[in-house]
């Protein structure tokens, strides 16, 4: 069955950094956009950054653009989240999910991982 496992969230301080990984199995992970969303508490899904399947074209949400860094390795079927200059603002669970579509303008899942959790606060 599709798995998404995710790992590398912790607690940071503002302006630290974490790098999130999504280990992926089940599916053929390299046909597949794949997307980080992340939900804060009290807050709705946000999508945050999303991928093509060569890793060649990358997508970001306007408050982590330069900040963020999405990319994977298909060899290893994982993806990864390189998260720069955290901010509060950032705390949230974040989850990896696989695009449904093979295009950055339809941004809808069907499968996507229980999340980890990432803390920025001093």
């Known amino acids: 069955q599709v798995q998404l496992v995710e790992s590398g969230g912790g607690l940071v301080q503002p302006g630290g950094s974490l790098r999130l990984s999504c280990a992926a199995s089940g599916f053929t992970f390299r046909s597949s956009y794949m997307s980080w969303v992340r939900q804060a508490p009290g807050k709705g899904l946000e999508w945050v950054s999303g991928?093509?399947?060569?890793?060649?074209?990358?997508s970001y949400a306007d408050s982590v653009k330069g900040r963020f860094t999405i990319s994977r390795d298909n060899a290893k079927n994982t993806l990864y989240l390189q998260m720069n200059n955290l901010k509060p603002e950032d705390t949230a669970l974040y989850s990896c999910?696989?695009?449904?579509?093979?295009?950055?303008?339809?941004?809808?899942?069907?499968?996507w991982g229980q999340g980890t959790q990432v803390t920025v606060s001093s």
């Open positions: 999910a696989r695009n449904i579509y093979a295009t950055f303008r339809r941004n809808d899942y069907d499968y």
């Open positions: 991928i093509n399947t060569g890793g060649s074209s990358t």
